[in-house]
């Protein structure tokens, strides 16, 4: 059973940095992403890595958040820079595509102004 579990949130000022981590268990190697939640909106993508390294990033948020990962470890970081009030949210980590059965409890990102 695939187990992930998102840590590294909290409350920081705008144009802060935080560095998001998810440690992956049960699960080889796969296609990682993450996604984030902000009230009364839906869930959406943030940035994904592949297998091999490839990343991609959301195009608005492309220049201030990076996605990486350490195979030794089998986590997935999120790098988040210059942080915005906007960019509060919910932070989870998921596969890419996302499975139903893989949301974990996330870790809330608060930025205040």
């Known amino acids: 059973q695939v187990q992930l579990v998102e840590s590294g949130g909290g409350l920081v000022q705008v144009g802060e940095s935080m560095r998001l981590h998810c440690a992956a268990s049960?699960?080889?190697?796969?296609?990682m992403a993450w996604y984030r939640q902000a009230p009364g909106k839906q869930r959406e993508f943030v940035a994904r890595i592949s297998i091999t390294g490839v990343t991609s990033v959301a195009n608005d948020l492309r220049g201030r958040f990076t996605i990486a990962r350490d195979y030794d470890k089998n986590t997935v970081h999120l790098q988040m820079n210059n942080l915005k009030p906007e960019d509060t949210s919910v932070y989870y980590c998921n596969t890419y595509p996302p499975q139903s059965n893989n949301w974990g409890q996330g870790t809330q990102v608060t930025v205040s102004s």
């Open positions: 049960g699960t080889n190697i796969r296609a």
